[in-house]
């Protein structure tokens, strides 16, 4: 029975329960952290049993699968991106409060171990680059772009479903390590010889090797639809110059993706080779060398920065325009300095190790180079807000993130800049100084950018739009809250606190550090108003209503389609004369029109491919944790067959009669008869319904 048990469970035991340190040596130090640790576990299997309780009472186990878990709708597909990437921000902001709260009482102590705390930086840089920002952006390109370009779908519908669940998997696999303990202790990052074997001998770090492995293997393929749908599918008469500059920055993050992600996924799998089966890759004997890893891991890393910012700079774009009630300024400076950032994101890498003793000639060539970056980067800001200038601003909840992100990401590169001189960086470099830096980026850049869109593009998802109280009073909370959460960062790291400790001896360093607790909470009421705008959103649903799928007055294709858009995006795809085709329409009256004739759409079937391999994938990379070697072996065989029964299938399209897109499209067209035409002064009215007036016929612009 003993032996049975070893093959069934692998090295899975007692001691992976979350209270088993404390029930074993209950210590007040070995309490407080599983009670922690335990409180965090009941959260996750007490809410997946909520879900689990909610579907079966609501009867909609047949929906959920028939509408949304085997659809290859892009829309849908984006939809549920984003919602995995709010579950796990939840997560992260929560993990990052405990660190703060932890370094606010730090002096000589406190109340984390620094085991614990090693879990907290290590999940919750995991989770914000791989499992909240990746799929944040994924889901907004997924829905917006093919919309904006004039295509029906992405080129690989089921592919885009595949994707989806190999990031759902590795979220899941990052969840399920809260229940079964411990995550890794090694960061984001990962660096061996810390994460091998003889330095973390348990499941920590194979938690980590085969959730983000499941990620990167997600963004390759996502790069590859993406880029494809973009070449090959865009609208007649939509030249690339014609393409709004959200999808020239969906197109460059595709590349990076497709050129970026690659070099992770190898040194992941090097990794795992190291610790499964004693390979000598990155290891301090036998001729291993960990600078191989170090150099994988940020040919990755900084294009993933990149790929994180560019989609927010598309964002941003859109929103600066919409909202100044001008096209944008400076269009062909715009797309040159999006090519150019993307290309010189694969020359910069080499500054994130200015310190591990290479030439001094080496660190200058890329100290420059991550210098030069700053000027196309400069050349976005300056039309932004060149595009701002004498337009009609108006303060929406899209461009109060727009304006807080030009602020405080200006301030970030300039620390950028400072940081590109290896000299300085040498001085700061594992300090709360660069913590502030990267922070500085990402979230008024990359996560500033995510609920500007969110917001903006919330009402053409799901017809209705959001609350404003709340969503005010979130925005002005992520703004105030990172100020007070990171600001202090800098002063610490110029005092000399090291980044990633869990305690400190220096009094000197506590008034900064209860700043930045502070500001953790302010960042925790954003996530709460961000959870309530949501919910007051949907009860005041039929008072927000857009149904004609314009409340903004916005300039290009996807404001054209109803609120929610039909599954085929478009009865007729249009043709395209401009770079703004919608706005055009307005002006000349063209808008909502009747086709001519319409013609039946052939849209690709529903597939169960993209959930059998996500329940696959997760079992695989949870044997693989435990080895759980039977388990390995029956998910992959099950995902083989899969696969082999897929390329059987041969109805793999079904066709919308033309009389159905007819009715359909007719009913939307009686729904814009019926409705009050609004300005862009009234578009915050319970009138909005979604039909702007253009500016040749407003009165009020």
Known sequence: ??????????????????????????????????????GAASMVVLGGLALVALITWFGKWRVLWTDWLTSVDHKKIGIMFIVVAFIMLTRAIIEAVFMRAQQSVGLGGGFLSAEHFGEFFSTHGTIMIFFMAMPFLTGVINYIMPLQIGARDLSFPVMNSISLALTAAGAVL????????PFSTGGWSGYPPFTESPYSPGAGVDYWIWAVTLSTLSSTMTGI?????????????????????FCWTALTTAILMIFGMPPLTVATALLALDRYLDFHFFTTDLGGNMMNYVNLFWAFGHPEVYILILPAFGVFSEVFSTF???????????????????ALSFTV????????GQDASINAVFGIATMLIGIPTGVKIYDWMLTMYRGRVRLTIPMVYAIGFIMLFVIGGLTGIILANPSIDYQVHNTLFLVAHFHNMLVPGMLFGMLAGYNFWFPKAFGFRLEEHWGYRAAYSWIIGFILAFFPLYALGLLGMPRRTVAFLEPAYLPWTIVAGIGALVVLFALFSLVMQLGVSIRRRVAYAVPVGDPWDGFSLEWSTSSPPPEYNFPVIPEIASRDP?????????????????????????????????VVSFLMAFGLVWYMWWLVIGAGLVGLAALIARSFVRRTTRTIGADEVRRAHERWLDQVARAKAITRADERDAANQGLAVSPLEGAVQ
Do not use: C
């Not at 048990?5 to 070995?30: C, H, K, V, Y």
């Not at 990052?174 to 303990?181: E, I, Y």
């Not at 100044?324 to 993307?342: D, E, F, M």
């Not at 055009?584 to 491919?609: F, H, W």
């Open 174 to 181: 990052v969840m399920v390590s809260l229940v079964l303990t």
């Open 225 to 245: 639809n993406f880029a494809v749908t973009i070449y090959k599918k865009r609208a007649p008469g939509m030249h690339l110059m014609r393409m709004p500059l």
């Open 1 to 38: 029975m003993s032996h049975f048990l070893d093959i069934l469970l692998g090295r899975l035991g007692w001691d992976a329960l979350p209270f088993w340190e404390m029930l074993q040596e209950p210590t007040t130090f070995n309490i407080i952290n599983g009670t922690i640790v335990t």
């Open 349 to 356: 890498w080499l500054h994130h190790f200015f310190t591990m």
């Open 582 to 614: 919608f706005l055009n329409e307005k002006e000349s009256g063209r808008a909502y029109q009747r086709p001519v004739s319409y013609a039946d759409i052939e849209m690709p079937a529903n597939s169960a491919l993209g959930p059998i391999l996500a």
């Open 324 to 342: 100044s009630g001008k096209r944008i300024y400076g269009y062909k400076t715009l797309v040159i300095a999006t090519i150019s950032i993307s």
